[in-house]
């Protein structure tokens, strides 16, 4: 059971943390994950009937730590898209101006000390005042570490030391630098979320009293939507009137578009860019290709990747730690070696601006975040920061053949039969997998013709072999040859993808099929060779004579045949064991069958990401196109993003590093430990904006 809220407003990463510990706490809680990038908090519950007392705790604690959020529940989110408050960034913008207006007046204007004095502390309580009163309410529950009581602490030190201009100074460009990061914050969630903002905001649907627009979640199965030129479906469907060229970029991150006729399967998420059509809706709201992006999507923040886990980690010691290192420094020298305590007080106060974690804990977690969202825009649905660190080292990967490599439209192109026609061969093929929607039982049910209803079939399917039927007084197995040699009779020898047939037990006969390759399996090899890939596997059950054929067209590296599903799970573990360490394998199927070597391997890749559920519950990443060379692309991206989590790390602590240092020599003033604050934060988040741009 679970609880989904929307935290609107919520710009401050250490807050977010704290509210997911505090309402991790609450009683009948199970687990809570905060996705500080979608502003969502995840609880897991013990029990239903416990929800509303729950959420109503967990609203109290967010109002205890971040007063001026507003909370939404899951299912408000079509009003939670909030904007950045230009009246109120406005309004911030000039309260700052004024006070950096008495700032310079007390620094430049000939005027007796206490007047400046008084310029000076009128410029710190115009722009720090809400500083001081979190700061206050803050210490009053307990909450000591955070970065209001620091900056308060530092500026009223310096205050206290008599160093007016500095702490008034210092307050104001705190404030500035934090305005300007929750204004690139909020920026970057609009870019990211433009990339996937696929959500249908309406349904026209048919009704006997004309059309009337409605909710996508109130259309049911069966009913019929208009969709004008311009619009986005609302709802997967099949066209039952019209044409119309779609714009399918927005879910397959193809540029052009695709034409749609009468009878076409259609998705929601794309654009009828030219043609009004009727569809026919097949799937409810909750279950359409857009429900299941946008669930992937809003939730891959909760999958956590080493990197932010460290940042998670190093924000909660690294505070302390700086704290207690401030009051060390202000106190030892001076006590020890009988050294000016004003200076030494000074230097422990630019220790304590410089304690803030906040340029790691917001720049890194958007740094994936918007390596999510571009790999999304180009059709690439990666499911957690995890993922798409674990891309990042692939170094091998392995393909399906069938549907993966080729495109899964096989063609009868023989039939073969033994002391019965060629029709009776097709029709008890036909029958046996009348139950099948193996590529394989689709093409030869389509070679049939129309008729096969399974009425009156018992028919169970064998894992990697084939299928067994009764009817008509007759057992039919239909499958490979391993089938007829498990049941003792021996096929004649058959070239390429072959189903043999058996009748009461006597071999009647096979059936020859074609599957061709897809036209980009070739150039998907030679961009994963590029994008740093050193294996290229092939993984079928087919036979090895056509398994030879595809792969040496695409440049495969070595391939493996005749292989049970099982057997798949263990090639695949096989290979993953003749890997360095540190190195990941993925593994890529169309998802029929391969939902556990999906899950088995490294990374798991759906392709084609609408055709199987199993799959895309099992795999890491979805594609939702059915080419192979958006591997690469997914590859590409991850590592451009986890190069900009590593110099954000390394930046941001560098910086800080850096600054300590010279605060300790007595050489950092307090402004410059300000911008080793919200400075370094603002350029980190800047930098991670680049991962977006995939």
């Known amino acids: 059971m679970e609880a989904v809220l929307i935290l609107n407003g919520l710009n401050c990463p250490d807050c977010a943390e704290k509210i997911r510990r505090r309402a991790q706490n609450v009683e009948g809680v199970k687990g809570a994950e905060m996705n500080f990038m979608s502003k969502e908090l995840r609880l897991t519950l013990e029990a239903e009937s416990s929800k509303e007392n729950i959420i109503e705790e967990v609203k109290k604690i967010i109002s205890d730590v971040e007063p001026d959020v507003k909370i939404l529940l899951d299912g408000e989110r079509e009003e939670s898209e909030d904007e950045f408050d230009n009246a109120s960034f406005k309004t911030e913008i000039i309260k700052l101006s004024l006070a950096f207006g008495l700032f310079l007046a007390g620094e430049l204007l000939p005027l007796p000390f206490w007047w400046k004095v008084s310029f000076f502390v009128a410029a710190y309580f115009l722009s720090g005042w809400e500083v001081l009163v979190r700061a206050a309410k803050n210490i009053l529950k307990g909450e000591v570490f955070d970065e209001n009581f620091l900056m308060g602490l530092a500026t009223v030190g310096a205050f206290a030391i008599k160093e007016f201009p500095e702490a008034a100074a210092v307050m104001i460009f705190y404030q500035a630098g934090e305005l300007f990061q929750d204004y690139a914050v909020n920026r970057s969630r609009k870019s990211i979320s433009k990339l996937m903002d696929i959500r249908p905001e309406s349904a026209n649907l048919k009704t006997s009293d004309g059309i009337k627009s409605v909710s996508p979640d109130k259309v049911a199965i069966g009913d019929i939507i208009i969709v004008k030129p311009g619009e986005k479906i609302p709802l997967d469907g099949v066209i039952e009137n019209g044409t119309a060229l779609l714009d399918t970029s927005a879910m397959t991150g193809e540029s052009v578009p695709r034409a749609a006729k009468k009878g076409d399967e259609v998705i929601s998420g794309c654009i009828s860019l030219d043609g009004a059509l009727e569809i026919k809706v097949s799937k409810p709201f909750g279950e359409s290709a857009v429900s299941k992006i946008l669930e ?125 026609s060629k029709e009776e061969l097709l029709r008890f093929a036909a029958m046996a997998e009348s139950f099948s929607n193996h590529p394989i039982a689709l093409s030869i049910k389509k070679a049939a013709g129309d008729g096969f209803s399974g009425e009156g079939i018992l028919a169970r399917e064998i894992a990697g072999k084939g299928v067994e039927a009764s009817f008509d007084g007759y057992k039919v197995l239909a499958g490979n040859a391993a089938l007829m040699l498990e049941n003792g009779i021996t096929p004649p020898p058959a070239t390429g993808t072959s189903v043999h047939v058996a009748l009461n037990g006597k071999y009647a006969g096979y059936i020859s099929l074609s599957d061709s390759i897809r036209n980009d399996a070739k150039d998907a090899v030679k961009k994963l060779k590029s994008a740093g890939v050193e294996k290229v596997f092939m993984l079928t059950g087919d036979g090895a004579e056509n398994a030879e054929k595809i792969a040496g067209l695409a440049g495969i590296d070595k391939f493996y045949a005749n292989l049970l599903p099982h057997e798949k799970v263990e090639k695949v573990e096989e290979i993953m064991s003749n890997l360095t360490p540190g190195e990941k394998l993925a593994f890529a199927g169309d998802g029929i069958n391969d939902a556990p070597v999906l899950a088995r391997a490294d990374i798991g890749i759906a392709m084609g990401g609408l055709g199987s559920d199993a799959a895309i519950e099992a795999a890491d990443v979805v594609l939702m196109t059915d080419e192979p060379s958006k591997i690469a692309d997914g590859i590409r991206i991850s590592k451009k993003t986890i190069r900009i989590v590593k110099q954000n790390i390394v930046f941001a602590i560098s910086i800080k590093i850096l600054v300590l240092i010279l605060a300790a020599f007595g050489l950092a003033p307090m402004w410059l430990a300000v911008f080793a604050d919200v400075g370094v934060a603002f350029l980190a988040i800047l930098n991670a904006l680049r991962a977006i741009r995939a």
Do not use: H
Not at 322 to 341: D, K, Q, S, T, Y
Not at 369 to 388: M, T
Not at 399 to 416: A, C, H, P, Q, S
């Open 296 to 420: 992937m999507v809003q939730r891959a923040g909760e999958k956590k990747s080493r990197p932010e886990k460290f940042i998670t980690r190093f924000a909660r010691i690294y505070t302390p730690i700086v704290v207690v290192a401030a009051v060390l420094l202000a106190f030892i020298p001076p006590l020890a070696f009988g050294l000016e305590l004003r200076d030494w007080v000074y230097r422990a106060l630019s220790f304590l601006v410089v304690s803030c974690p906040c340029a790691l804990v917001i720049s890194i977690p958007l740094s994936f975040f918007g390596g999510i969202g571009g790999a999304s825009a180009k059709g690439i649905l990666v499911k957690g920061g995890i993922s798409l660190e674990a891309l990042s080292k692939c170094k091998a990967v392995a393909f399906d053949k069938t549907g993966t490599l080729t495109k899964g439209v096989f063609e009868v192109d023989g039939i073969y039969p033994e002391n019965i």
